[in-house]
C-alpha cells in the first residue's frame, strides 16, 4: 500500500518505532556545508554526478532569505548556497526537526540518493538517461520492476499518483521514492553507506552519511 504524507508528522502514525526509512533529504548538514558522503557519490555516479547538489552549511536552517544565507556562505566560506539548496532548506528544516524531536523512534532513518540507488541496483553503473526523459524513466521503471515486480511497481505509482497530496509530482519523483522504499526494506548486511572507511559526523555529533544498496544485492 503507498500513503502520501503531507509532513513527516504525519508519518509517524504509520512508521513503527525503529523501522529503517531512507529518505531523499540530506540528514546532517556539516559547518561549512562540505561532506565526504557527497563527494564520493558524485565520483561513483559519473555522468549522473549533477545529481547530487551541494549540501547548504548548517548556519542555513536558520529562517533568512536567500540573499542573506547566499551573502553570508560566500563571506565564511568563499561561495554561495545554490537556488537548489535554498528551494530544499524548508524539507531539510523539517526532517532535521522532526528526527530530533523523535530521535528515539527515528534512530534507523537514514539519508538516500535515488540515482546511486538505482546505479547499484545496476551493478553500480549509473543510469545512462536523464530521468526527466521517457528513455530515462523506462529504464528506472524496468529496474525496479525486476526488483519488486512490474504488477507491484504499477500498483503502487496509481496508487500515489491517484491521491490528492501528490498533486504536482512527477512520475520520476514517484520512481525516486519507490526505490527509497524499496532499498529501505533491505537487510542491513545488503547495505552500503557513503563515505566508505567510517562514519563522518558533523559539529553536533549527526551522522552525515547516504545509504545505498551493496553492489550486486
Not at 547495505?191 to 551522522?207: F, H, I, Q, T, W
Request: with cysteine.
Amino acid at each position: 500500500m503507498a500513503v502520501v504524507f503531507a509532513t513527516l508528522q504525519h508519518s509517524q502514525a504509520y512508521i513503527v518505532s525503529g523501522a529503517r526509512v531512507c529518505i531523499d533529504i540530506p540528514i546532517g548538514l556539516s559547518e561549512t556545508g562540505l561532506r565526504g558522503c557527497d563527494r564520493e557519490a558524485r565520483r561513483l555516479l559519473g555522468p549522473r554526478r549533477s545529481s547530487v547538489f551541494a549540501a547548504p552549511p548548517y548556519f542555513a536552517l536558520e529562517e533568512r532569505s536567500y540573499p542573506e544565507l547566499n551573502e553570508e556562505s560566500k563571506r565564511r566560506f568563499g561561495r554561495g548556497i545554490s537556488k537548489q539548496a535554498f528551494y530544499l532548506l524548508p524539507k531539510i528544516r523539517e526532517t532535521d526537526s522532526h528526527l530530533y524531536t523523535h530521535r528515539a523512534c527515528c534512530r534507523e532513518w537514514r539519508e538516500a540518493h535515488p540515482e546511486l540507488c538505482f546505479a547499484a541496483l545496476q551493478d553500480g553503473v549509473p543510469m545512462s538517461e536523464n530521468k526527466k526523459t521517457q528513455a530515462g524513466y523506462l529504464q528506472r521503471f524496468e529496474l525496479l520492476s525486476a526488483r519488486m515486480g512490474k504488477r507491484t511497481v504499477i500498483q503502487l505509482m496509481s496508487q500515489i499518483d491517484a491521491d490528492p497530496l501528490s498533486s504536482g509530482v512527477s512520475r520520476d519523483d514517484i520512481l525516486d521514492a519507490m526505490v527509497c522504499g524499496y532499498v529501505a526494506r533491505l537487510d542491513a548486511a545488503m547495505l552500503s553507506m557513503l563515505p566508505e572507511g567510517g562514519v563522518e559526523r558533523n559539529e553536533k555529533g549527526d551522522a552525515m552519511a547516504i545509504c545505498f544498496p551493496s553492489p550486486n544485492v
